[in-house]
């Protein structure tokens, strides 16, 4: 496999869609389950690897982050309003990026008090919120100690200096583990991790001492993801030039393999395709909810919300979604509504993700065998080693979990076959 068939593994974080076909504006059903996602576009600089919607560098200030914070909240009351006139049951909220706890200490308490006093939490199972090392203090931490049911998430990617320096991220190794003490300490009930294998230059070993270092920490929650190569981010630049050396597609099965086996061995179970937890209270419930298609709104630049059959994608440029929240418009992006067959494709791509995805979830949300609608992709996956597939579940093999971006093209049919070199 050359390095432009590698390319096609990357997944994508939001489906495909032809948004600018609806106004962007969210409706809700009365009496819905919804979860909501608040999006801080801010980091100190861009990981190679990452193609996240994002500003970095001097542009990330104090007041633009108070300007930003302000639209927010004003998209974010328009909706509460709304939510609470179809009386939705709020049942989780993730606060992702970009970096939340990049926020001054007192920006992020004004942000919890506003969400925990603008939506009905009442009936909220977790608020997670995702954190870079070296921006996480311990003013922060005694903050977010303080919310309930909180969990939070912290990119570490690797114990290896090396290889984390060649990706760009810019902590060391030992404010990766103090940043795991200091949210144990302040008695955060639930702290995880984020690890990427197949990291240039990554063995065998790294991904052993990764694993272990971590069960070594304590952590409840564990993200074990493969380097996603993206076109044009600085990682590919880099490995087009052979300034890096990209791990071979042997390479990750081994990795990944050597992972998952010692993560088991270590006390952690399996619970999607990427997702491990020491126990059922620490699953992160919001990835869970959008794997089974369920509804969502998000806010603020670039987040996306799927409620009601239409997925919308808010203002993609910060100055311009704070101008346009200012000036009275609060939904600043546009949207597609799906057609049924979309809407099952969409529901059919996230699900795989799942460990095990039950025929019966396809079956209660759209009263049909997914079998029977999509028996020849099913079968034409299975036959790769994809997936397997019987009367109760469809699960991703490893291959299958590796090559996940070609399987959501193929299932969103914007490819028509997995292409023959990455068998
Ligand atoms: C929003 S970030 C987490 C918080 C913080 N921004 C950080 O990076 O430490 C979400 C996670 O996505 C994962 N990620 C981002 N880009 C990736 C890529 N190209 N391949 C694999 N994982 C990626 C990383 O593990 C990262 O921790
Ligand atoms: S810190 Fe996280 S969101 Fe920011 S650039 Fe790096 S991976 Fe992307």
Known sequence: MDTSDLKKLSVRYHPSVEVGM???????????????YIHIPFCATRCHFCTFAIVTGKSVTHDIMEDYLEALMKEMTHYAAILKEQRARIETIQIGGGTPTILGTGQLQHLF??????????QLEEIIVEGFPTTIT?????????????????????FNEANLAGVGRRHSLSDAASTVKLAQDANIKSVGVDIIFGLPGSTIDDVINDVNTISTLGVDHLALYPLWVYESTAVDRKIQRGALVRTRFEGLQQQMAAGQELLVANGFERYTAFHYTTSDAHKHQYGLWQMRAREWIGFGMAAMSYMNGEVVLNEKVLGRYIEKVRGGLLDTGSGQ????????????????RLRPYLLAQFRESFGCDVREVYGQELQYLSALGLITCDERQIDLTPDGILKLGSIEKYITREIAAIPSEQH
């Open 138 to 158: 311990k003013d922060k931490v005694d903050v977010l100690s303080r919310i309930d049911r909180l969990k939070l998430n912290i990119g570490i990617q690797t």
């Open 22 to 36: 609806t106004s962007g504006v969210r409706t809700c059903r009365p009496d819905s389950r919804v979860a909501i």
């Open 113 to 122: 008090d506003f969400v925990l006093e603008t939506f009905d939490c009442s």
């Open 337 to 352: 509504r799906f057609t049924s067959d979309e809407e099952m494709r969409f529901a059919l791509q996230y699900g795989l």
